[in-house]
């Protein structure tokens, strides 16, 4: 995990427990529980289109199937984009 509070001066976490009291704070900003930030990453990372093996692994999940599983309520609108995509390509467009 890499929380970045200033950055010019990340700070790199290689391992990190979480529980109910650990909270990311920036001054100026809401209090925001750590684990809150993990769903929030990996909510983005799929809109943003990265691929879920590659989530899978900054996660540490053990195979995606856990990462699909956790995160498909994310998905339902990209399948309107998936669609237009291959609609495209089956029409020569």
């Known amino acids: 995990m890499v929380v970045v509070v200033d950055e010019l001066s990340p700070t790199i976490l290689t391992s990190y427990r979480t529980n ?11 209090r925001i529980p750590v684990h809150d ?11 943003a289109a990265v691929h ?3 989530l ?13 599983d956790t995160y498909s309520h994310v998905m339902p609108p990209m399948h309107a984009e998936a669609a237009a995509r ?3 390509i089956v029409d020569g467009r």
């Open 37 to 47: 930030l993990r769903h929030t990453h990996a909510s983005i990372a799929l809109q």
């Open 20 to 30: 109910s009291r650990d909270w990311f704070c920036v001054p100026g900003c809401a």
């Open 56 to 68: 899978q692994e900054r996660l540490g999940h053990s195979n995606v199937k856990v990462t699909l």
């Open 86 to 88: 291959i609609a495209a």
């Open 52 to 54: 879920p093996k590659i």
